[in-house]
């Protein structure tokens, strides 16, 4: 069983920055791709960004590229979720994911590519 457990969300104003973390337990815990994912009210959740556990490759949304940076510490089992630059429309609950079977290929960046899910952390940007 593993647990993922986020912090780091709250209001910022456009332009500003957050840095998420999601900190995973569980016994000898391993991933094939650690993620984040997004769900604005009212929409469906959506893929932000996502890093190979092993290799640490990571893979961005093209709404988030080059403003979200995603990394890990594999001595902390933890994933972290750098944004800067912050617009409105990146107002969500920002959800961290794991992926522990191995489904095989480049598949990261949809929900069902996961297997466990934090509780979510809001994020909530002013203009």
């Known amino acids: 069983q593993v647990q993922l457990v986020e912090s780091g969300g709250g209001l910022v104003q456009a332009g500003g920055s957050l840095r998420l973390s999601c900190a995973a337990s569980?016994?000898?815990?391993?991933?094939?791709?650690m993620g984040w994912l997004r769900q604005a009210q009212g929409k469906e959740r959506e893929f932000v960004a996502a890093v190979s556990w092993t290799a640490g490759n990571t893979y961005y949304a093209d709404s988030v590229k080059g403003r979200f940076t995603i990394s890990r510490d594999k001595a902390k089992n933890t994933v972290y979720l750098q944004m800067s630059s912050l617009k409105p429309e990146d107002t969500a609950v920002y959800y961290c994911?794991?992926?522990?079977?191995?489904?095989?290929?480049?598949?990261?960046?949809?929900?069902?590519?996961?297997?466990?899910w934090g509780q979510g952390t809001q994020v909530t940007v002013s203009s």
């Open positions: 994911a794991a992926q522990v079977v191995d489904y095989g290929g480049s598949y990261y960046d949809t929900q069902d590519a996961y297997d466990y």
């Open positions: 569980g016994r000898s815990f391993s991933a094939y791709h």
